[in-house]
């Protein structure tokens, strides 16, 4: 039983790295995509909207009916979804795939002050120390000798105000996933971000340039929401039932290490110095914020 049980562990953790490396990875499409001069938002509102069907056409039986109470939460954090990947996604075209998964990876430090300020319950002093290190590492990537803002562009900047959009997701998703079905309130929030995305498109985008999908336009599509929407979804579902939470979000945070490595190989993006001192310091609050250095054990 022990060694069954071990075995289901070891499964689950390999599963997560693998929902890190589908997200690094995605890191790369997003660039890849917005490259051939898709629109943001359409880009986005295809892989919401096909991935919610997807997932809602694997688990349409598990899912069942959606109550008012699942439609009020979906849209609830499908909102704060849509903010946050929309953010992310404009950052992208004015910053490196690099630079986007460095500053996105923000928004864990950022949540315990969100349970703060919504539940009363200060952090402890982990989280603080993790703030701290952060600030450091965004200083580092951002001043320049002189300490003149050289190294922050507009895209570095839409990036870490998409972090906080994701903290605020990932807060409400953590409180609401108490109260409905949880896999119910990922597939409503992917809707909600989707239709959201496709308004947008109406107010914002000029439908006229719109492409139809093709070539590398395409691919980018298909792996966006295939394999970083549809996949790591089912997997970080199933996946966690077998694992610690502190192991998950540590797995799941290695997205923040693969997207440098892919976006290495794939787009020949170079690292300076700088931005990967600065890179490592904001990596290691993250897991300082996650692991608490291994001196408090933490609540499951």
């Not at 320049?144 to 050289?150: G, I, P, S, V, W």
């Not at 990922?186 to 914002?204: R, S």
């Not at 490595?261 to 904001?282: C, D, K, P, Q, T």
Request: hydrophobic share 55%.
């Amino acid at each position: 039983m022990i060694r069954r049980s071990f075995v289901k562990q070891y499964l689950a953790d390999f599963g997560l790295l693998f929902v890190g490396i589908f997200w690094g990875l995605g890191f790369v499409f997003v660039k890849i995509g917005l490259n051939t001069g898709i629109d943001p938002f359409y880009l986005s509102a295809v892989r919401f909207l096909v991935g919610g069907i997807i997932l809602y056409g694997i688990f349409f039986r598990k899912v069942g009916r959606f109550t008012k109470k699942d439609i009020l939460a979906g849209v609830i954090v499908g909102i704060f979804q849509f903010f946050g990947y929309a953010f992310q996604t404009y950052g992208a075209m004015l910053t490196t795939a690099s630079k986007n998964a460095f500053f996105t990876s923000i928004n864990v430090i950022i949540v315990p002050y969100i349970f703060w300020f919504l539940h009363k319950k200060r952090p402890d002093i982990f989280a603080f120390l993790a703030s701290v290190i952060c600030v450091m590492g965004v200083a580092v990537i951002s001043f320049d000798r002189k300490m003149n803002l050289a190294n922050l562009n507009f895209g570095d900047i839409l990036t870490i105000i998409s972090a906080i959009f994701f903290a605020g997701q990932i807060a409400t998703n953590g409180y609401f996933s108490k109260k409905v079905e949880p896999l119910k309130l990922v597939i409503m929030q992917m809707f909600v971000a989707g239709i959201l995305f496709v308004i947008n498109i109406f107010i914002f985008s000029d439908t006229s340039k719109i492409q139809k999908p093709a070539g590398m336009m395409l691919i980018a599509i298909i792996y966006l929401t295939i394999f970083s929407t549809a996949i790591p979804t089912v997997l970080q579902t199933f996946c966690q039932k077998y694992t610690t939470s502190t192991r998950a979000s540590i797995l799941m945070s290695t997205e923040s290490l693969f997207a440098p490595l892919f976006a290495f190989f794939i787009l020949s993006e170079r690292l300076s110095l700088r931005v990967a001192v600065g890179a490592g310091l904001v990596l290691f609050a993250v897991l300082v914020s996650e692991t608490k250095l291994g001196f408090k054990k933490i609540e499951e």
